[in-house]
């Protein structure tokens, strides 16, 4: 609460992990089955993170992982962190730009890896395992050396992830379980997509693209408000920059039509 470090990780401190910088991290917050320090049942926020590509090389890398110990207070003035610790979950033949999606329950995570592919977890695996799925490659047009537009985000009750290609061109929604493509919509374009975001009940896909919002069923990839998405009177053709917001409800969209 008062801006003090608790604790600091640096990767050079660790001879094991690849020297690469971290990608972004994911939060799941309050993971149902929390089970990564201190045993079954820790409620606290699970961060996970990977590498980055180092220059040119996207061959390998590192997935990691960091949780608070159960019955940790962080109230105490004089914590102690002794027990803290990062975890390396696996050392992986892939490198990413994005963060992951992990799934409410904390126990299946997705990454969308360099190279135009994904991969995750979602047996109810510990994450020091092989994944179970992938690494597949994404059957997008475009750069097949590049990565997600987007990171990927978890929709129809977590059995969806929702995916965008290398330049911006498609949309996909794949499988959770399987990988496989359930619908794909482009070539829309070059123009970057927003993050996509979901509805409360993991129904329905919104997402902006140059001066237009879309709305998609998640499950079926149909379109909710036609192909031509929805474009205030008025708009100009610039294009979108800014990310949007969902009301708790699902009710409410809130967005900047010009990213400025």
């Not at 794909?184 to 902006?208: C, E, K, L, N, Q």
Request: aromatic share 10%.
């Amino acid at each position: 609460l008062d801006g003090e470090v608790v604790y600091r990780f640096e990767s050079r401190s660790v001879l094991s992990i690849q020297q690469h910088h971290f990608a972004p991290v994911e939060i799941a917050h309050a993971p149902e089955r929390g089970n990564y320090k201190g045993g079954e049942g820790n409620a606290n926020d699970v961060i996970m993170w990977g590498s980055l590509p180092d220059g040119s090389d996207g061959s390998m890398g590192d997935t990691m992982l960091f949780q608070l110990p159960r019955g940790f207070d962080h109230s105490q003035a004089s914590a102690d962190t002794e027990d803290f610790e990062v975890q390396v979950l696996e050392s992986v033949p892939w490198t990413t730009r994005r963060k992951p999606a992990i799934s409410s329950s904390g126990m299946d995570a997705y990454f969308a890896l360099v190279n135009n592919r994904i991969t995750g977890w979602n047996k109810g695996q510990r994450f020091d395992v092989v994944a179970n799925l992938g690494p597949q490659p994404m059957p997008h047009a475009g750069d097949p050396s590049g990565y997600a537009g987007r990171p990927i985000v978890l929709g129809d009750d977590d059995r969806m992830l929702i995916v965008t290609s290398p330049g911006n061109e498609y949309i996909s929604g794949v499988d959770s379980a399987t990988g496989g493509m359930m619908w794909v919509h482009g070539p829309m374009g070059a123009s970057p997509f927003t993050v996509p975001r979901i509805s409360p009940d993991g129904a329905v896909v919104y997402f902006g693209k140059k001066n237009k919002i879309y709305s998609l069923n998640s499950t079926s990839g149909t379109w909710r408000w036609g192909e031509g998405g929805y474009s205030q009177r008025g708009t100009s053709a610039s294009v979108m920059l800014a990310d949007f917001s969902l009301s708790s409800t699902g009710e409410f969209l809130f967005y900047n039509g010009f990213g400025r």
